[in-house]
């Protein structure tokens, strides 16, 4: 899929001057194994609304989106492995500690300008509590797509879309689920083109769609 090469190049590119080399490997190996689903439904929100905005402030916003993520999940997949606990030295535990950081300041400074910048501060703030109550329900994921539709859809300073926290839960549960990657993002097109037509409330374009039961 175009898109999701725009968006895993899009965070590649933005962690280009990174440094040491090291850092910037590991950085980017995790980029080239990992979802991009955050990147292409921030892509996807920007096409269906025919936003009009240059092809690289969205592919910045998607790398920011894309990298908060990343850097997210991995706070939280090291919170639940507890890698310290093995053998010194720790020098690779270290360094993706270090990389998670790294990754979720440069996706801020992508968005910090947009009209994304509240959102993607209250996605953090939602992993913090999340993590120190050990939830355990999909809600970076929820947190995450909805910041993709907000930095998407206000590519050229549009207003946000109402009801889009539904539909970003339905497709967090719909990734958690496994379902088909390529049905998500068709039924995100969809979607997203009818609001790009007529503006609905998404509450009522969420009720049904390719992925119920």
């Known amino acids: 899929m175009e898109e999701a090469v ?12 990174i440094t040491p080399a090291h850092l910037r490997d590991h950085i980017d190996g995790l980029l080239e194994s990992s979802t991009v689903v955050p990147g292409v439904l921030t892509l996807l929100s920007a096409r269906a609304v025919e936003s009009g905005a240059s092809t690289g ?25 507890e890698p310290w606990d093995g053998e010194q030295p720790y020098t690779e535990s270290n360094v993706a500690i270090l990389a998670a950081d790294v990754m979720v300041s440069r996706g801020f400074s992508l968005l910090a300008r947009t009209e994304a910048a509240d959102t993607a501060v209250r996605t953090v703030k939602s992993f913090g509590r999340d993590q120190t109550e050990r939830r355990d329900d999909h809600a970076l994921e929820t947190d995450v797509f909805e910041l993709a539709i907000v930095a998407g859809t206000t590519a050229t300073g549009g207003e946000v879309p109402t009801g889009i926290r539904r539909y970003a839960e339905r497709l967090a549960t719909s990734v958690a689920n496994r379902d088909s990657t390529e ?31």
């Open 57 to 81: 402030e969205v592919e910045n916003r998607a790398a920011g989106v894309q990298l908060i993520y990343e850097g997210l999940g991995l706070t939280r997949t090291l919170a639940r492995n």
């Open 183 to 213: 049905m998500l993002f068709d039924e995100a097109v969809d979607i997203l083109t009818k609001l790009s037509g007529r503006r609905p409330n998404w509450r009522d374009e969420t009720t049904s769609s390719a992925t119920d039961p």
């Open 6 to 17: 725009r968006a895993r190049g899009a965070a590649r590119e933005a962690i280009g001057d």
